[in-house]
């Protein structure tokens, strides 16, 4: 298939874990309310593993997998951890986060 016939927003490129993902962890770590040792165990993985991740080896394998699975389950917790907008599923409705952002009391904007 011809990338110009791909739909562009649904394209992966090479850069899929952010160059400042240490930060991005500390932060979605900080979003858990979790200690380093709980956010271990919540995701199978060993604390030095944490640690190596938090040093700036990038995640992969299962580790990444319980990792992107847990950031699902907390609110932003993809945002935070990986930069992306997640999509609520198909036919479930939430209501926009800054609703009325950018319109006037009368509906019109501002």
């Known amino acids: 298939?011809?990338?110009?016939?791909?739909?562009?927003?649904?394209?992966v490129d090479d850069g899929l874990i952010p160059?400042?993902?240490p930060q991005r962890l500390n932060a979605f770590k900080e979003r858990t309310?979790?200690?380093w040792d709980a956010l271990a165990g919540?995701?199978?993985?060993d604390p030095r593993q944490l640690?190596?991740?938090r040093k700036g080896t990038k995640p992969s394998g299962d580790g990444l997998c319980a990792l992107i699975l847990l950031a699902a389950r907390i609110p932003g917790g993809l945002h935070t951890l990986m930069e992306v907008h997640v999509l609520p599923p198909s036919g479930v409705y939430?209501?926009?986060?800054?609703?009325?952002?950018?319109?006037?009391?009368?509906?019109?904007?501002?």
């Open 1 to 11: 298939m011809k990338s110009g016939l791909l739909p562009s927003h649904l394209i």
């Open 19 to 21: 160059t400042d993902f």
């Open 33 to 35: 309310g979790l200690s």
């Open 42 to 45: 919540c995701l199978g993985v």
């Open 51 to 53: 640690q190596r991740w």
């Open 94 to 110: 939430q209501p926009p986060l800054a609703s009325g952002f950018g319109m006037s009391d009368e509906g019109e904007e501002a």
